[in-house]
């Protein structure tokens, strides 16, 4: 997915420290004014990144969990795929509302169809865990392949536990081992474990 220059300078600004944001003060609320006008004429950026700032709380914004589902479900709706992938969180979590695993299903299912890796992984933990949608390993193995492909350590290391209980794919632990080292190589310290488990095994 395409980033956008702007909304990675804004997240990082929500990131930083206390003293650090204070540099920003002047102009925070300038920002935030230009923002919601953007968001409100209906741009689907500006709608999303205004719903992240509300889901996380930050530039002046307290945290709203209702009001960041609002602005998602805005954008969502434009085919936002960053939005549909945090309307999933909320619908999973139950976070502005009721929890609904088959709403969370279909806007990760939206967002993954978009390439969107953290959609793709929780749609594959749906897949794993029958949550809104039918149990379904092959499905969920699918997923975790595209996830993983794009560096997700999550796929990663649920691809190598698939492939150490034979879900989804045939049991295979010299595969599982290469899952759980790109998992480790990317920072999962669950992934280092297993992969250590399966080298003293010899595999």
């Given at each position: 997915?395409?980033?956008?220059?702007?909304?990675?300078?804004?997240?990082?600004?929500?990131?930083?420290?206390?003293?650090?944001?204070q540099?920003?003060?002047?102009?925070?609320?300038?920002?935030?004014?230009?923002?919601?006008?953007?968001?409100?004429?209906?741009?689907?950026?500006?709608q999303?990144?205004?719903?992240?700032?509300?889901?996380?709380?930050?530039?002046?914004?307290?945290?709203?969990?209702?009001?960041?589902?609002?602005?998602?479900?805005?954008?969502?709706?434009?085919?936002?795929?960053?939005?549909?992938?945090?309307?999933?969180?909320?619908?999973?979590?139950?976070?502005?509302?009721?929890?609904?695993?088959?709403?969370?299903?279909?806007?990760?299912?939206?967002?993954?169809?978009?390439?969107?890796?953290?959609?793709?992984?929780?749609?594959?933990?749906?897949?794993?865990?029958?949550q809104g949608?039918?149990?379904?390993?092959?499905?969920?193995?699918?997923?975790?392949?595209?996830?993983a492909?794009?560096?997700?350590a999550?796929?990663?290391?649920?691809?190598?536990?698939?492939?150490?209980?034979?879900n989804?794919?045939?049991?295979?632990?010299?595969?599982?081992?290469?899952?759980?080292?790109?998992?480790?190589?990317?920072g999962?310290?669950?992934?280092?474990?297993?992969?250590?488990?399966?080298?003293q095994?010899?595999?």
């Open positions: 997915m395409k980033k956008n220059p702007v909304r990675v300078i804004m997240l990082l600004m929500v990131a930083l420290t206390t003293c650090i944001a540099a920003f003060a002047q102009d925070e609320t300038t920002a935030l004014s230009i923002l919601r006008q953007k968001a409100e004429q209906g741009d689907s950026w500006g999303d990144l205004l719903g992240t700032l509300y889901y996380f709380g930050g530039l002046g914004l307290k945290q709203d969990y209702v009001e960041a589902a609002k602005w998602f479900r805005l954008s969502a709706r434009q085919g936002y795929a960053e939005a549909e992938y945090f309307l999933g969180r909320e619908y999973y979590g139950g976070q502005a509302g009721e929890q609904n695993y088959v709403e969370a299903a279909k806007w990760f299912r939206l967002a993954a169809e978009q390439g969107h890796a953290a959609a793709q992984f929780n749609l594959g933990v749906m897949y794993s865990n029958g949608v039918k149990q379904d390993s092959f499905a969920a193995v699918k997923w975790y392949q595209q996830a492909a794009q560096g997700s999550e796929a990663q290391f649920n691809l190598g536990v698939a492939c150490t209980n034979g989804g794919v045939e049991k295979n632990l010299k595969a599982a081992k290469e899952w759980y080292q790109k998992a480790c190589d990317n999962l310290q669950r992934g280092c474990s297993q992969y250590r488990i399966l080298e095994k010899g595999f």
